[in-house]
């Protein structure tokens, strides 16, 4: 009888591929002893049975199957043919189907002689053992993440063993480069990402940086000396599927050692990163934007109509000629904004240094109506008031959410449930953390506001002095440039409470 033979080892360790050698020996035996015509043995290396996907060789098998290849299937045992009992049970009828026997050495059964009754307790045992294995293999995770184990791969070190991180000084060079190009020189993630690609540097896995890796940078605090681990787990074991669980599950690790860039130069990334998310994602008047810094004016010019920043034209004809203009306008004309404004760079940049020129000709005065703008948007003694009721939410949103956590302890609600209302408590603390950040920023403007402003016209003063400058240079001192479709200008200056360095 022409048979096939099916074996699989869930890890690709070599003591297990020890044991595969072993069970390919052991079927061509078997094979020999019973007078049977092996045709073929196909085996899944280091692939988990708890699901068909990526079980190539097993898939192989079935297609053989329908070709008529062989008559029998011999399997070792049934956790090795699927931990899965639906995959199982659906595998064990198409070969049915097709008249192929599958033979189960070790419980000495066949599926062409047994009842499907019986088959599918078996196939639920060998289930319900891959998931106590998950259980097993989740505690021992959770126990390994307590004391402090590193992943296998990341860049800025060399993993010496499980819980032990050395620094690796070229790798180290690059993450200090990535925050300073982030903070100093005002870049985004994709530029930095592209600068890294031009100077051929390359990531842990020697590939090309992206947006997303450079971000991974700027957010991890293992590169300012504090680890944590701990933030996913697997939600079902039969499809692998990761979450991220609940910060108040996470573990931190105090690792000074390990700090690359400061813990200052690691907030100051954190504050930065949330001041462009505010900004650029909050809607007016940057809704649909992504922050950029690639050209002089880039999402620095909007539109008062779409509320889209303009976008960077150039028309090379006898000399180069560069403009701005809507970027809705430019994608699909009136359709959708009329705004057909085109601002020349250079003559924008003429305007610029002609009006803040006229700013700090009279500096006191300049000094002055800004302190009265910003007493007339914000009393100082309201911001008190303000932070006080932020805290005071913040209280009763902790209060409520211990309160879900008794009602999921007492049967009350389900798990489901607990995560909806923890994810909504959750965000709703990162938006209030926010804002009683940004009023501190106010306060802390309101203070010092003579010593501030000093800065802020030596700001002006400087920029004055450039020859050349950068969308960076522009930063410090306007928040954006409005523009209408009548043509009309508005520069609007950045407030002292969102300047990045004093």
Not at 176 to 205: A, D, F, M, P, V
Not at 261 to 266: H, I, N, W, Y
Not at 354 to 371: P, R, T, V
Request: hydrophobic letters at 35%; a positive charge; aromatic letters at 10%.
């Amino acid at each position: 009888m022409r048979i096939a033979a099916y074996c699989r080892v869930s890890t690709d360790k070599e003591e297990q591929l020890d044991s595969l050698e072993n069970q390919k020996e052991f079927f061509s035996e078997y094979a020999e002893k019973h007078g049977h015509t092996l045709i073929r043995l196909y085996a899944d290396e280091g692939i988990s049975g708890t699901s068909l996907k990526k079980r190539n060789e097993f898939l192989r098998l079935i297609k053989d199957a329908r070709l008529g290849l062989f008559e029998s299937v011999v399997v070792k045992d049934i956790s090795r043919f699927a931990r899965n009992t639906v995959d199982f049970l659906q595998s064990i009828r198409e070969l049915k189907v097709l008249g192929v026997n599958i033979i189960f050495i070790t419980a000495n059964m066949q599926s062409l002689g047994e009842s499907e009754f019986v088959l599918t307790i078996f196939g639920a045992m060998a289930q319900e053992e891959s998931a106590n294995l998950s259980k097993r293999v989740k505690f021992g995770k959770k126990i390994n993440a307590q004391k402090g184990r590193v992943p296998q791969r990341i860049f800025g070190y060399d993993r010496i063993d499980n819980f032990t991180l050395k620094i690796n000084y070229h790798e180290a060079q690059v993450v200090r480069e990535i925050y300073r190009l982030y903070l100093e020189e005002g870049l985004g993630c994709r530029t930095i990402s592209l600068q890294l690609n031009r100077e051929q540097r390359k990531t842990k896995y020697d590939c090309e940086w992206n947006p997303r890796a450079v971000r991974r940078v700027l957010t991890n605090s293992i590169y300012c000396g504090h680890y944590v681990n701990h933030k996913y787990e697997i939600a079902d074991y039969l499809t692998g599927k990761q979450v991220r669980i609940s910060p108040e599950e996470y573990f931190h690790h105090e690792r000074p050692e390990w700090a690359i860039v400061s813990p200052e130069v690691f907030a100051q990334a954190q504050s930065q990163m949330n001041q462009r998310r505010t900004q650029y994602d909050s809607g007016e008047p940057f809704k649909g934007a992504r922050y950029s810094s690639k050209h002089l004016f880039s999402t620095l010019i909007k539109c008062e109509h779409c509320g889209r920043s303009f976008c960077r034209k150039h028309y090379t004809y006898v000399n180069t000629r560069v403009y701005w203009k809507c970027t809705t306008n430019d994608q699909y004309t009136a359709e959708r904004c009329d705004n057909t404004v085109k601002l020349e760079e250079a003559d924008l940049l003429s305007e610029l240094r002609m009006y803040f020129a006229s700013l700090i000709q009279d500096k006191e005065k300049f000094m002055a109506e800004i302190l009265a703008t910003m007493e007339k948007q914000l009393p100082t003694q309201q911001i008190p008031d303000e932070t006080h009721r932020i805290e005071q939410r913040q209280k009763e949103l902790l209060l409520k959410k211990n309160r879900y956590q008794e009602m999921y302890a007492n049967d009350i609600i389900s798990m489901e449930e607990l995560k909806t209302q923890i994810t909504k408590i959750t965000e709703e603390l990162q938006s209030l953390n926010c804002e009683l950040e940004r009023w501190a920023r106010s306060l802390e403007a309101r203070k010092h506001a003579d010593s501030f402003l000093k800065q802020y016209v030596q700001e002006i003063e400087r920029f004055l002095h450039l020859e050349t400058m950068t969308n960076m240079d522009l930063r410090k001192i306007i928040d954006h440039i409005s523009v209408n479709k009548d043509g009309n200008v508005r520069i609007i200056l950045k407030k002292l409470e969102n300047m990045d360095t004093f």
